[in-house]
């Protein structure tokens, strides 16, 4: 049976509480979004029943949580009401007529080899993203989490993703009441704390091409918290004044990911 745990009415406490058990949230997972919260061994999402995908997904990769080759067989998240979540036949035709991926946000080659790894397919955890985006700027970006993990020094990684709906893209052609997120934000930390300056934030829209760098992407994790509906907040437990001055600046990661100052 799959570790698997369906929460309500907590956010952030969740994390903290099964921290010794589930560490996804050990850097920190954003406040806001949604009562639905589920806490996963492989990851931990934050669910919208209304847009029927994730508010938020955070999720820890490691050197032995790495393994390709894992199938994707998509499923309905059994620990969300069916009303909250996608089945499989919502995504029917929807590669021939929008050019979308099935895009994990939680990533399958950076946690295949978790225990729990079968969830990554479940559709709570999943985006209909532009192949082009999706097979192109965040899969790289996604590769980099992997070599950043694979560090010596580097215990782990923890990344927060999420969608974003910031003007009208279209619609599932199975399922016309889903609105297709017009981007993606993803945050990236290493080390024990945000202060320390260790994390990176990208923003990515729909329409970026497939040769784009992501550097080209970076953002402040400010502009995430202003763009993200519902609103999100991030790392609320640090001091106000020490987390609005790291929420304004673009952290010192993405010198590490290759990207220039």
């Known amino acids: ?21 589930i560490d996804n949230c ?40 790495q393994s390709g080759g894992r199938s ?31 895009g994990h946000q939680a990533p399958l080659a950076g946690l295949g080899a978790d225990v729990d790894w ?16 999706n097979q192109g700027a965040w899969k790289r970006l996604e590769d980099k989490e992997r070599e950043l993990a694979l560090r010596r020094d580097v215990a782990a990684v923890w990344s927060v993703t999420g969608p974003l709906f910031e003007r009208h893209i279209g619609t599932l052609p199975a399922a016309p009441g889903v609105e297709i997120p017009s981007g993606y934000w993803k945050i990236i930390f290493i080390g ?9 934030a990208f923003i990515l829209d729909q329409t970026t091409p497939k040769n784009a760098n992501f550097c080209d992407a970076l953002v ?10 519902p609103a ?15 929420k304004t600046r673009k952290g010192k990661l993405a010198q590490e990911m290759g990207c220039p100052d």
């Open 26 to 65: 050990e850097v920190g997972c954003p406040t806001g979004g949604s009562a639905q919260t589920v806490v996963r061994e492989v990851y931990t999402l934050n669910n919208n029943r209304d847009r029927k995908f994730a508010n938020w997904v955070a999720y820890k990769i490691t050197k032995a949580s």
């Open 192 to 200: 024990a704390s945000p202060e320390e300056g260790e994390y990176a």
């Open 1 to 21: 049976m799959q570790k698997s745990r369906f929460l309500t009415l907590f956010l952030l406490l969740p994390c903290m509480a099964h921290a010794s058990i």
């Open 72 to 102: 994707r067989s998509w499923k309905r998240d059994p620990d969300l009401p069916s009303t909250d979540t996608l089945a499989p036949a919502a995504y029917q035709g929807s590669s021939a007529a929008l050019a979308v991926d099935r």
């Open 232 to 246: 999100l907040s991030f790392w609320s437990a640090l001091p106000a004044q020490k987390v609005q001055s790291l």
């Open 220 to 229: 402040t994790v400010a502009e995430i918290e202003r763009r993200t509906h």
């Open 118 to 133: 079968k969830a990554l397919n479940y559709l709570s955890n999943i985006t209909p993203q532009a192949s082009a985006l």
